[in-house]
């Protein structure tokens, strides 16, 4: 079970500096949290998921960076089962 962290833009500095020390976290951005720089996270080798809803809303998909998952509310709320779940926002 890992962690998993559901970061808004609001959170972004608190969330992201917990989450980069977490070797087995998972992080899912939300919200406008769509936005953030990840490449923190890139090099601690977290697993980062973005919502699709919420990154068509804002209209970025083409500033997602690649490492990025896409996921939908039915992978979100798989995760969330099977995850202890930290919330940030």
Excluded: H, W
Excluded at 25 to 46: C, H, N, P, R, T
């Amino acid at each position: 079970m890992a962690n998993l962290y559901l970061i808004d833009k609001r959170y972004e500095n608190c969330g992201l500096r917990i989450a980069e020390q977490d070797n087995d976290a998972e992080v899912v951005l939300i919200q406008d949290g769509v936005y953030m720089d990840v490449k923190k996270l890139e090099d601690s080798g977290s697993k980062v998921y973005a919502v699709k809803d919420d990154v068509e809303k804002r209209g970025c998909g083409e500033i997602i960076p690649d490492n990025v998952e896409i996921i939908d509310y039915g992978k979100l709320v798989n995760l969330i089962l099977a995850n202890k779940v930290v919330n940030f926002t």
